[in-house]
């Protein structure tokens, strides 16, 4: 009896806490056993009473067991069980009721506020964040004030299926609340960034402590509190499941909670998992909650080679682990690598830390080349696909594409990311673009703010957490097209053209720019970069740029603070550290974009807001040339009738443009292929088309960027590509010759083939952009990435052509563009051609063309 009665003080004490969690999420309606993670057994399991006592026996808390495992202990006391229940659960609402009256304490002053001329919130950012909150109080606050009286005087006979009955019938509230929750959240992260003032009342909310407690009060966040109500539906049902297993059939209470429970079951199921935080929650081994704050994978250098890991973030620890191989129809799991507290984690400065080990980067030539082969399969996929080919085939074409994709994925990222533990190691990850580092780095910092404890865990807490990752995180696929379902969108080919405006929010003066990202088979590329707007708070751009994008979907905007201390230079890549100020990524929604007029927007980052405009212009517009109409000027001219005015072999604007870029800018990183500022490049084109005496005066002046977007216009602008309309079809059949005698043959015969003005100008910026990949291991621009550039320039159809070949963006891409990009990398890797040697020299290649 004495056991009993310590049992009963035990669990009641222990029930009090709102913190204690399920290890596991025991399946709703059927008997638990040992080890299936009902509340009783984890108490049991984590605690020990204030006394130090001993845990008791694991038959005594286990409830629900059938007659045969019901110990002598549990024999006849269901009823008394069923009161130990009710009191835990009792002390639990009481909690509850504290922090909901918790949260609402703010809301009333917060509304008073928000109709004078200096409101903290507005009216529908209130209702947004308290949306349901009075409601779920004045339900529970009626529901604990009918129940304490019955609790507090027990006799056996007791109803009160009532009550939970009610409770059930009210789930409504809950999931208006749930719909509305991720809505919430970013609202108050929204109004803390932007208002101090409701910062700090978010992040000190004052919660009553239960009545016989000696902390009279504790501080919570707000963030914490508008997850209450989600974990509060879960726990109810489990206690109603409980309150079945110890309330005789012929209770009056038994008919009454048995539809209570069906009602909060269908409830719970109708919940969608993705909106339900439920699912990030695990527990630590002190019964605190753990939640999984972020996941995602990442290249990490391991043993000097590159290996794909799955990155989890929880709220004190950050986890790396790895999927392990299993065999068909077994569920997957995970292998933790290692793990760092987030006390222990610290984040060594640019010049601190060491250098890192020799980096292997994969040229850019075999980049391209995954993509091309990516390009070709994705193709052949939709071929199969339209004629209904093998299914065996089709999976085969898949695979085959996942190796490419997971190759690229694995190979392209170079921005290093180190994390160390105070204790020991260091450890590197590469990432594809500073948005993703600076995320990271966010998370694990905001985490940091708070009271963190140092702590191992032992391997059976490793081997719980571990466990938990499979069902708890957000990520669930390699992020390649290949695991994207066939409905699922496959981006914008063609031109997204952006106006970086203005940004304002800047507490004090800085060196600004911004620069633009886009996403481009599985990760993101930086696109373009805005001048720097010095000692200012409210830098005003207004520059335009013209970005291709391949199958992307989403735009970033990154904001940095310009850094000209060369101390501060990165040991692991020698570049000085710029600061980000703000970030921010907005969908590219074919609806939104796909419209002939702009289409302005701002990002709010950090407190920061940047006002930009945009207008997408599709591939298979971006192909159509203008008929030449005009006889004056250069841009839109045919080629012959500019070199023959000009009385030149070479266009002015192609000479003057070149020079300029030999002179100071052929070690400019990503000369070419960064965006120049479109205003900057129609001024000069307006230059070029008046004849403006002061052209060179401007070209000495301008943005060599803007310089050589000009240069790139112009050959688009063509009204006839480069390499002529005629023999575009030749150049397609010629590259895709097998025999290298043959190809040849057929690519000289070609260039032959030419009008003088086009060959002359073609072998002219030929050997212009040799030289420019000659200086590759400092622009990273090579032949490769110069002839993905150029080919579609030079290459690309004019209307009349085009039409024949267009079938949907992405087959433009995969075709025509792939074939374009290897007629230039051809002539690129080719030894010299000089075009006296050309017309002297008679090939024998029979075919008209």
């Known amino acids: 009896m004495e056991e009993e009665e310590e049992a009963i003080g035990f669990l009641d004490k222990v029930l009090e806490d709102e913190d204690v969690f399920l290890l596991e999420e025991c399946e709703l309606g059927t008997p638990t056993s040992p080890g299936s993670g009902s509340p009783f057994l984890v108490a049991v399991k984590r605690s020990r009473n204030a006394a130090g006592r001993r845990k008791l026996p694991w038959s ?9 495992r019901v110990t002598e202990v549990e024999a006849g006391k269901g009823l008394e069980m069923r009161k130990l229940v009710l009191s835990g659960f009792l002390a639990s609402e009481e909690i509850y009721i504290n922090q909901l009256e918790a949260l609402l304490l703010p809301m009333k002053p917060l509304k008073a506020t928000a109709t004078t001329s200096q409101p903290v919130l507005t009216i529908q950012q209130i209702e947004t964040i308290f949306y349901k909150i009075q409601d779920i109080y004045e339900i529970h606050k009626e529901f604990y004030d009918n129940l304490c009286p019955k609790v507090q005087q ?11 009955q009610k409770l059930a019938s009210q789930l409504g509230v809950y999931k208006a609340f749930v719909d509305n929750y991720k809505v919430a959240l970013e609202t108050a992260e929204k109004c803390s960034q932007s208002n101090n003032q409701f910062q700090k009342i978010s992040e ?9 407690s000696k902390d009279s009060h504790t501080s919570v966040t707000m963030e914490a509190l508008l997850y209450k109500p989600i974990d509060r539906v879960t726990r109810s049902t489990l206690v109603l499941h409980d309150l079945l297993k110890h309330t005789p059939v012929d209770h009056p209470d038994y008919p009454l909670l048995q539809d209570a429970l069906r009602i909060s079951q269908n409830f719970l199921s109708s919940i969608n998992e993705d909106i339900d935080p439920r699912r990030t929650a695990v527990t630590t081994p002190k019964g605190e909650t753990r939640q999984l704050v972020k996941d ?19 709220t004190d620890v950050l986890l790396c682990a790895k999927l392990k191989k299993t065999s068909a129809g077994k569920h997957q799991q995970y292998d933790c690598k290692w793990y760092i507290p987030l006390a222990d984690l610290v984040f060594p400065s640019p010049e601190e830390s060491e250098p890192s080990p020799q980096v292997h980067l994969f040229p850019d030539h075999e980049l391209e080349d995954m993509k091309m082969k ?11 696909k339209a004629n209904k080919g093998q299914s065996r085939a089709i999976e085969r074409l898949k695979k085959k594409m996942f190796e490419n994709e997971f190759l690229l994925l694995l190979n392209s990222p170079t921005i290093p990311f180190r994390i160390h533990n105070r204790n020991g190691k260091s450890y590197l990850f590469l990432l594809s673009s500073d948005y993703e580092r600076s995320e990271w780095r966010e998370a694990i910092q905001k985490l940091q703010k708070k009271d963190l404890q140092a702590f191992v865990l032992s391997s059976v807490e ?33 031109f997204l053209h952006v106006i970086v405006h203005s940004a304002k929010g800047f507490k004090q003066s800085a060196n600004l720019y911004c620069t633009l990202e886009v996403d481009s088979f599985g990760y993101f590329v930086s696109k373009a970069k805005t001048r720097v707007f010095r000692d200012t708070t409210e830098p005003k751009w207004d520059e335009e740029f013209e970005i291709e994008l391949e199958g992307s979907q989403s735009l970033r905007i990154l904001c940095y603070e310009k850094c000209y201390d060369k101390t501060k230079v990165n040991k692991d890549n020698n570049e000085i550290v710029d600061k980000i100020m703000g970030k921010g990524q907005i969908q590219l929604d074919p609806q939104t ?26 591939r298979d517009m971006s192909l159509k040339r203008t008929p030449s109409k005009k006889q004056t000027g250069v841009f839109g001219v045919k080629i012959s009738v500019v070199t023959k005015r000009e009385r030149s072999k070479v266009p002015y604007i192609v000479r003057q443009c070149v020079e300029e870029v030999e002179k100071r800018g052929i070690e400019e990183v990503g000369i070419y292929r960064i965006s120049g500022v479109a205003t900057d490049i129609q001024a000069l084109k307006a230059v070029f088309d008046a004849n403006n005496k002061d052209i060179l005066l401007m070209l000495s002046d301008m943005d060599i960027n803007a310089i050589a977007g000009t240069l790139k216009l112009y050959f688009r602008e063509l009204p006839e590509p480069l390499l002529t309309d005629r023999l575009y079809p030749a150049f397609m059949e010629g590259i895709a010759l097998s025999d290298p ?13 030419l009008p003088d003005p086009n060959l002359i100008t073609f072998l002219f910026l030929l050997e212009h952009l040799k030289r420019v990949a000659e200086k590759e291991p400092i622009n990273k621009m090579s032949l490769h990435n110069l002839a993905t550039v150029f080919g579609p320039t030079l290459l690309r159809p004019s209307e009349v052509e085009s039409k024949a070949h267009l079938t949907s963006a992405a087959d433009i891409w995969s075709h025509d563009v792939m074939a374009q990009v290897q007629v230039l990398l051809y002539y690129l890797q080719h030894p010299p051609i000089s075009f006296a040697e050309l017309k002297r020299n008679t090939l024998y290649f029979s075919t008209d063309v």
């Open 593 to 618: 974009v796909e419209t002939k007029n702009w289409h302005t927007d701002v990002i709010e980052m950090n407190g920061i807001k940047v006002e930009f405009s945009m207008k997408f212009t599709s």
């Open 741 to 753: 005698a043959a190809k040849e043959n057929c690519m000289m015969h070609l260039l032959r083939s």
């Open 60 to 68: 005594v808390f286990t409830p629900g067991g059938n007659a045969e």
């Open 296 to 314: 995602g994978f990442l290249v990490e250098m391991s043993e000097s080679s590159r290996k794909l890991r799955h990155v989890f973030l929880f």
């Open 204 to 212: 000190e909310l004052k919660v009553k402590g239960p009545k016989d």
């Open 154 to 164: 027990w006799d056996s006979q007791v109803t009160m299926g009532h009550l939970f």
């Open 462 to 494: 490793l081997q719980v957490l571990t466990g938990s990752c499979f069902k708890l995180r957000t990520v669930h696929n390699i992020p390649v097209t290949s695991n994207k379902d066939d409905d699922e969108s496959p981006g914008l080919y063609g």
């Open 374 to 384: 990516i390009s070709a399969l994705k193709s052949e996929i939709q071929k199969e």
